[in-house]
Every structure is written in C-alpha cells, then in structure tokens.
C-alpha cells in the first residue's frame, strides 16, 4: 500500500515535465538558453500582481531589470497562457512583439549597450492555469479554509513560473534580488518570499510588500494567501540569529505550534551537515497551503496535515519514518540542495532530489544516530523503478527518472561507505554548499567537486548510477577458501569495491567486469554482502 501510493505520486508528478512524448520547438524555447535570452544577465526583478479571488482573475507587471552582456535587440520573456501580456515599456516607450507560445519577443527601440543597466516592465492579465494535482501540475490553487474564506497559493516547478508570472523562464540565470507586492482584498494576507517590509492600504484592498535579498530561482518565488494566523521564534544558528516564522490557518494554530517544534531540530541537523542556512538576511519561514507542500524558498509551503511521515505513512518501512514530519523535513533540507545550490538544466533535477531525500536520513543521523539513518535509505529502495537513467534529456525542459530521489540517496548513501571517514564525507557536503553557494550548476560540477574532494575518480560511479538505469550485479561463488567474484549490467570502467562479511570477518573486495578471485584462510563458511552499498548480488552454485 504503501509502495503504492508513492509510485501513484510519483507518476503524477512526472506528468507535468517528466512524461515521454516527443519534443517539440516550445520545449527548445522553455528549456535552452535561446539567442534572446543569452545576451543579457538577469539582475532584479519587481513583481506586482493584484489577486481577484471571486473572479479568479490576476492582473500586474514584472519590471525586469538586466545587464547587456553582448549586443542585441530582441529579449525573450516567458508568460503561459491563457495569461496574456498587456503591454511592455522600455524607458517610457511601448515596445512591439511577437509572440511564439509561450515565448515572447519583445523589440527593444534603444539601441543595446554592453555593460549597460536597463529595465523593461512586462504588463499582463487573465485567468490563469489552474492546478489539476499541485505541486506536481502546478498553477494556482484556488481553494477556501474551513470558514470559506479564500485559501489561495501558486506552484510551479517544472511547469515554470510563467504559468503565473512573465519572466525569463531558465533556470541557468537566477535574479540576484527580488521585490513581490501583491493585492488582496482586505481581510486576507498574502505571505511571499523573503521579509515583509510593509503593508499599504487602498479602500477594500491591501498591498504586502516582499523582499527577497538573495538570488531565488523561478520556480522558488511564490504567493500564499489566506486567513494566515502568524506565530514565530529565534533560532541562534552557525551565521547568528536566524527569525523563524509561521504562518498557518486559524483553525490549524494549535496543532502547528506542536508539529513546528521540529523546525530547530531541523535547522540544527542540516546547519550540522550541510552548513549555514543559506538565508539568512531572508529569514525562514513555514507557510502552510492547500497542497501537499513544495521547497519555495526562505517560504518553504506546508500541507501534510501537522502529522509525522509523508501523509501519515512511513516511506521506508522501517518505522523511521514516521519520527519526523516529511514535508517539514524534506521541503526545508531544499534551502540547501535545490535554493542555494540549483540546477541549471532540470535534466539535473537529481542535484535537488537526490541529496534531500538523502538529507531525511541525515537528520535522523543527527538526532538518532548512523544506524537509523542506514536503515531509513536503506528501506526507501523499495521506492526505486531502475526504469531509465535519473539525468533526463538536457535544452527541452525535461528532468530523469522519478528514481532520482531514492536511488539517488542511495548513490550517495553508498559513496558515504566508500569514503569510510565520516567527518570529510560531512566536510563534502558543507563544501559543495560553500563552493556553489548561491550559484546554478551542472551535474558536471558537482561530480567533479566531490571527485577532487574525495580522492576518488567516481567518473565511472556516476555514470553508473546516474545515467543507467539498472545497478551493478554483483556475482560471486564459493570454492573452500576462495571467493570467485564480478559485476555484470556496468558502464565502462566500473569498479567500485564493495565490504564482505565471511566467516564474521569485514574484508574489502574489489570486483570489475572479469572474475577475480581472493583466497581466505579457513573454507568460507558464511558470506554475506554490505547491504549499505546499493547493488544487487547474486550467488552462482557451480555443478562439479
Ligand atoms: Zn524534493
């Protein structure tokens, strides 16, 4: 049952970016960086949208503010329909474009200087998209609390952040800051990302003014808006005080002010592994909606019902699971693999995914040890397909396998066994977050950082793991005091040791494609395979 309905999610959430079918000319335009997009550096942007509930209609303008890096005169802004763009202005001037779905091309009168700080300020209206199964097929949410009041969040990932907003949909190139004012009718709050710095009225409507001083990927900005009660706290961190605030419904204030304990746990399990939370300026915030919850960043969006497990229900199956809430958990371990370190191509969506289900495991580490965080990764195999490679197909907006989650802690999971010092593993998970603080990166990048830092060429490794789908066999048999062992189903070069318990003794063996053989003392009594490296093994009887 339970296997069940996270291969149900699972495939609900490939729905919306993962699913095979062919790719088409708007797939290029979302998901590589086009001419239009190439010649000019995103700096700021300043988001305002006015929210109608009742009609279910947006309306407002996003001023994009760039520098030229090459010289050029049409820029690309993406904006999903039934959205469509009103009007855009450069300098006080209305702009002419042309539109190719989603992609929109705007003509730039001024002539493009390189080095040059300019703005262009994108209007636009409609109805739009509705989320058929958030977060996994985004959109806006319109929903009401149990007093039926509006009840109101947006989500994105993979869909892309035009589906609500126009802006340069890529992820390569993050805005460094950002300002969010939205508009709802009075007795609503909207909680954006970042700090509030103030609320201005007009009649029947109210203005919150966000700011977000850090780079933010697209898919991480968001609106909440609802009947929010607030509640918060100080956490004193690795980086200083850190604000933690709490926004949920009136009638949930009770339970969120228990469940949200686990907040300072969290906070002091990933600062641990991973570092500093990379946000401080911004502070960290928990927004509750109507959804199951996703990773919006310094607002990281909450929906699992202030129950411990993923909805109640232990993923792992061993029991861990269900001493920590998932999504409070999972969502926030994102601050640092998905919001401070992002990927650049969503083909490499396992750097997000891969060390944050990871990450579950750490936290149980941190609070209950080494071995209940093996025995939680462990146990998520039984989420993994082995259907096709984690790393999708790069430039069509396209990510891998779903396996990118739990095969993926599980990758790393076993990389941890072959370094065999857990301090510098620790050390390598704090750097990646110091080395691509901030940043947009390739798969490349990461392999090649924990590589050098390592020691170890894991070329072959990541091949492996990443870009197959099925895991190495491990084949081994038993001849008195000898151990005939290979790997069959590797890429090229594999050869990754792995520990063998024989006769209740650990040795290490070193397999590769052609049988190898190692002579113990005594006749192999019994022989069993580390179940902390994730291979699949297979013990051949020979006919004598
Ligand atoms: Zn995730």
């Known amino acids: 049952m339970k296997k069940k309905i996270w291969i149900i999610l699972l495939t609900l959430g490939l729905q919306g970016f993962g699913q095979e079918r062919a790719f088409t000319e708007q797939d290029t335009l979302r998901g590589s960086i086009t001419p239009q997009r190439a ?10 949208v006015q929210v109608d509930p009742d009609e279910k209609f947006i309306s407002g303008s996003n001023t994009v503010r760039y520098t030229v890096l090459t010289e050029a005169q049409e820029l690309q802004i993406d904006l999903q329909p039934p959205l469509v763009i009103d009007k855009v202005i450069q300098d006080g001037k209305t702009l002419n474009f042309r539109s190719n779905g ?30 058929k199964n958030a977060p996994w097929d985004g959109g806006f949410s319109w929903k009401r609390d149990g007093a039926g009041k509006p009840f109101i969040a947006t989500s994105c990932q993979g869909l892309g952040a035009s589906v609500w907003w126009p802006n340069k949909d890529h992820m390569y190139d993050e805005v460094d800051s950002m300002a969010i004012s939205v508009t709802v009718p009075k007795g609503l709050m ?7 710095r103030k609320m201005e009225d007009h009649g029947e409507i109210r203005t919150y003014h966000w700011y977000v001083s850090n780079p933010i990927n697209n898919y991480g900005a968001n609106l909440n808006i609802g009947d ?3 509640f918060g706290e100080t956490y004193h961190g690795e980086k200083g005080d850190l604000p933690l605030d709490y926004y949920v419904l009136k009638e949930h204030l009770e339970q969120a002010k228990i469940q949200f304990k686990q907040t300072r746990k969290m906070m002091e399990a990933f600062e641990h592994w991973f570092g500093p939370y990379p946000f401080y300026e911004d502070g960290f915030k928990l927004v509750e909606v109507p959804y199951l919850g996703m990773e919006h960043q310094s607002s990281v969006t909450y929906g699992n019902g202030f129950k411990n497990g993923y909805l109640g229900r232990d993923l792992s199956g061993t029991g861990w699971g269900l001493t920590f809430d998932f999504i409070l958990i999972h969502e926030s371990a994102h601050e640092w693999f998905a919001n401070n370190i992002t990927y650049r191509d969503i083909a490499d969506m396992w750097i997000h995914e891969s060390f944050t289900s990871y990450a579950e495991g750490l936290y149980l580490d941190y609070h209950y040890g080494k071995n209940a965080a093996a025995e939680y990764t462990i146990g998520t195999r039984a989420n993994i397909n082995n259907d096709r490679p984690i ?3 790069y430039d ?4 891998g396998s779903g396996d990118m989650y739990y095969k993926g802690a599980n990758m790393l999971h076993t990389l941890r066994q072959l370094l065999e010092d857990d301090e510098k593993w620790r050390s390598i998970l704090r750097g990646l977050n110091e080395e691509f603080y901030h940043r947009t990166v390739s798969t490349q990048q ?3 950082y924990i590589s050098k830092r390592s020691k170890i060429d894991l070329t072959a490794f990541f091949n492996q793991y990443l870009r197959t789908a099925p895991i190495p066999m491990l084949q081994y048999e038993v001849d008195g005091k000898q151990v005939r062992f290979r790997y069959t189903d590797i890429v090229d070069d594999f050869d990754m040791p792995v520990k063998i318990k024989v006769n209740q003794n650990w040795h290490w063996i070193y397999p590769m494609a052609d049988w190898k053989t190692k002579v113990f003392d005594k006749e192999v009594g019994s022989i069993e395979i580390d179940k902390n490296f994730y291979i699949a093994s297979q013990k051949l009887v020979r006919n004598h």
């Open 39 to 48: 010649w000019w550096d995103l700096n700021f942007y300043h988001l305002k």
């Open 391 to 393: 790393i999708g197909p």
């Open 446 to 448: 990461i392999e090649n």
């Open 190 to 196: 909207d909680v954006s990302n970042g700090k509030l």
């Open 228 to 230: 929010y009660q607030h």
């Open 102 to 131: 989603n992609a929109h091309f705007i003509d730039l009168i001024k002539p493009q200087q390189i080095g040059e700080i300019n703005e262009v300020t994108v209007h636009y209206s409609g109805h739009p998209r509705e989320a």
């Open 396 to 399: 069509v907006n396209r990510s």
